[in-house]
């Protein structure tokens, strides 16, 4: 079945390092690959998104890559501050309207002032 | 411009009752996807509406139903509640723009506890 696999669970780095959390799916009819943020007893935030005709997007110190062929994607932070810390979720799913999303495990962020 | 509502925030529930959550989808959006998201995991797809019809479901059993009316909110409606319907429901919302996007914004879940 539909499946989203991502990796690491938890990803603990130094204020100021880069972070990187990748994932892979199943669905070859995904062309919609979300991220959200979500903090301890709040709501899932999407924080950038990339659809499957271009290859990279990125917004300020945020960064996320795909590759179709391989069914891969992953999400880039720079210079990360202790307010990133949170757990991160990356998706898939159809572009159009009306499309479930397939959500991953979650990466637990800790950045370390 | 208002952000999806939910209520309500909390709930306790007993097995084998039933409950009824509730979205208010964020202005100038129709479409509404409800998740489950037991605690540690991703959110899970239950279902979705659009125009005041279910448009996709996940694996999930038949007690688990909604609504949308007229006004795009939406309820979710568990019957014969078990214990592991234990977790935050979040609902979220998706704006109608022609060509469709499927860009979900979510609501700030309901928690719900089932003893």
């Known amino acids: ?113 | 411009e208002t952000g999806v509502t939910q209520s309500p925030t909390h709930l306790i529930k007993t097995r084998g009752q039933q409950v009824t959550l509730r979205c208010s989808s964020q202005s100038g959006h129709n479409t509404v996807s409800w998740y489950q998201q037991a605690l540690g995991q991703g959110p899970q797809f239950i279902f979705q509406y659009y125009r005041e019809e279910e448009n996709g479901r996940g694996n999930f059993p038949p007690r688990f139903s909604g609504l949308q009316f007229p006004n795009y909110s939406s309820e979710l409606n568990v019957n014969a509640l078990e214990l592991d319907d234990s977790a935050l429901y979040l609902c979220a919302s998706s704006p109608a723009l022609a060509g469709g996007r499927n860009e979900q914004f979510f609501g700030p879940g309901t928690r719900l506890t089932v003893l």
């Open chain 1, 1 to 113: 079945g539909e499946n989203v696999e991502q990796h690491p669970s938890t990803l603990s780095v130094q204020e100021g390092d880069s972070a990187v959390i990748k994932c892979t799916y199943s669905d070859s009819a995904s062309n919609y690959f979300p991220w959200y943020k979500q903090e301890l007893g709040k709501r899932p935030q999407l924080i950038i998104d990339i659809r499957s005709n271009v290859g990279e997007k990125k917004d300020q110190r945020i960064a996320v890559t795909l590759n179709k062929t391989a069914k891969h994607f992953s999400l880039h932070i720079t210079e990360t501050q202790p307010e990133d810390s949170a757990v991160y979720f990356c998706a898939a799913g159809p572009h159009n309207q009306g499309g479930k999303l397939i959500f991953g495990q979650g990466t637990e962020l800790s950045v370390k002032p």
